[in-house]
C-alpha cells in the first residue's frame, strides 16, 4: 500500500462538480490545550516521527519536522488556518495537527474526497497511476485516517471536507499556510496552485510535494512568480515558499 512509486499522488478534482462545497466554517475550537505529557517541542516532533511509519502516505521525518517547526515557532502566537490538499492517510495532516495542539490554536483543513472515481480523474487505463488507485481501498485509508485523529487527539484541531479541491476552493478566504499534495498530472497540479495561491495570505507559506515529477513543474514554476523558495526537504522533492 505505501508503494512509493506513486508517491502520494492524490488525484481527485477535475471532475470537482460531482460535490457541492460543504460549509468551511472553522468548528468550534473548544477547550484547546497543549497536552500535558509533551512539554517540548522536541517530544511532539519524537511523538510524530516514531508515529509516521504506522500510517499511510507519504511524509518523512525530515518533512514533518520542518513543518512542525514552521508552525510551532511562526505562529507560536497566531491562530493559523492551515489548508493541505491530498490526505490519504494523514501522513502530513498528523505533524501539522500535532504542531497546533502544543501551540494551543489554530486549524487545519484536510481536503480529500477519498472516492475512487475522483482519484482516476486524468489517467487513461493501463498508466501506472490508474491501475494503482483502481486497487486502493480508499474506504479502508480513510477509516485509518479517522483512527488517526482519534488515537493523537487532534480532531479539535482538523477540520476533514471529503471533497474536491476544486469544489472547496471558494469557500477559502485567508490561508497561512498551504500543503499542496493533490493530482500530480500537469494541469490537476497546475490548476491547484492557481486557485489556491491566491488565497494565501503575503508571506504566507506554501508546501509544494513531488516537485521533481515532470508533471508538477509548470506548477513549481509559476508558484515560483510568486513566492521564494526558502527551504528544500527530502533531496528537493518537497519545496517550502514564502508568498510575496
Partial sequence: MKTRILCGIFCFFLLGGFRQSPSLKTPALVGLRTNPSLKTAEEVKKVVCQGLPTLEGWCSCEKATKMMDLIIHEYKNKEPVCVEIGVFGGASILP?????????????????????????????????????????????IYQSYRNMLKKYDIESYCHTIKS?????????????????????????????????????????????????????????????????????????????????
Fill in 96 to 140: 501539522t495537527a500535532m504542531a497546533l495542539k502544543f501551540n494551543g490554536k489554530g486549524i487545519v483543513h484536510a481536503i480529500d474526497p477519498w472516492e475512487t472515481l475522483d482519484c482516476l480523474q486524468n489517467y487513461v487505463q493501463g498508466d501506472v497511476n490508474y491501475e494503482w488507485w483502481k486497487q486502493v481501498d480508499l474506504r479502508a
Fill in 164 to 244: 474536491t479541491s476544486r469544489a472547496v476552493a471558494n469557500s477559502f478566504d485567508r490561508i497561512d499556510i498551504l500543503h499542496i499534495d493533490g493530482n500530480h498530472s500537469e494541469l490537476a497540479s497546475l490548476e491547484d496552485v492557481v486557485t489556491f495561491l491566491p488565497k494565501v495570505q503575503s508571506g504566507g507559506y506554501i508546501w509544494m510535494d513531488d516537485c521533481g515529477w515532470p508533471t508538477t513543474r509548470k506548477a513549481v514554476e509559476y508558484l515560483s512568480r510568486f513566492s521564494q523558495k526558502i527551504d528544500s526537504v527530502d533531496n528537493g522533492n518537497c519545496l517550502l515558499f514564502r508568498k510575496f
